[in-house]
């Protein structure tokens, strides 16, 4: 698989992820272990609310879509979260759905401070099978340069 | 413990968790699943990178503050994240640290759409045992009213 420098981006560029199916299971485990609300952990809990149904914790939807876009961009070093903006979760995840991310280049420059890499503003889309979109993001990040 | 309703806050009130150490197998564990990046798997890697040695996920940072915030502030039915601004890492999570957040209540109003809840709007911040920012957050919740 191609490794990724930060030469290898410009503005408008696009990227869509491999599918990743969340599991019940994982979704009561992820909560259990970070967001131990009753709403992710016990179905009959979860029926009663206004989702009708268990659902994931909107940290588990980020940390999948990390998982998703790391594999997808496959930086050669790796990719250095300076910061998250507008992190919004517009519809729930539920056992089952199968995730994928929709990558887009926003802003590309070079390091300041770093004159070995560049810095990289994204936005990041999650959507689930039938297209309904679970998160959106704004991210950006610091990625190694090929030339240095 | 006590169970808190949207009317028991007001702006400017703060809350303080408890600690949390962060084992090395966790940060790898965590990153194998959801940020494999070698950075943070991989201890000799990590040694020659600008971090000088292995360190957790933003995103495990960002799930360990969940924890913590909702074991804190104990809702009587749970908070539903509605959406988080400015997240930001200015310092990076090591094995063995041991976090801790506080939370400031920015605001409080009732939802129009939904009567039975009111909106918080908060500022998470989480520090190390040397009293250090590892993560500051803004997020809006919707939490339940006693009175409905």
Redesign the interface.
Known sequence: MKERYFEDLKIGDTFKSQAYQVGEDQIVS?AR???????HLDRAVADK??FGGLFA???HT???T??LF??TLN?A???I?????????PNAVRPDDVLQVETEILDVRESRS?PTHGIIRIRNVTTNQRGEIVQTMFASALVSRRTK
Chains 1, 2 share one sequence.
């Open positions: 992820f272990e970070f967001d131990p609300q009753p709403f609310t206004m914790s909107g940290w980020a940390a999948i990390m998982r790391v594999q930086f070093e790796g990719a979260g300076l910061g998250v903006d507008e992190l919004r979760w770093k």
